[in-house]
């Protein structure tokens, strides 16, 4: 994340604070992400990340094979 020049936003619906290895991301709601992200990339299979309707106006990389 620190060699990025990109804004990285994650989300993880599971935790309230990210651990320090990835600090020099911001964490914010699924939501958030969808309004200000140029792409997305779902790398976890969480329940929230499976009713993708909120991600129709951005790109979307899905890496889960089982959502």
Partial sequence: LEANDANIL?????????????????????????????????????QEFKDKTILNDVQVMNMVSNI
Wanted: proline share 5%.
């Fill in 10 to 46: 994650l989300v993880e619906p599971n935790i309230q604070t990210l651990p320090e290895k990835l600090a020099a991301g911001t964490l914010v709601s699924l939501s958030d992400a969808a309004n200000s992200a140029d792409i997305v990339a779902i790398l976890v299979a969480h």
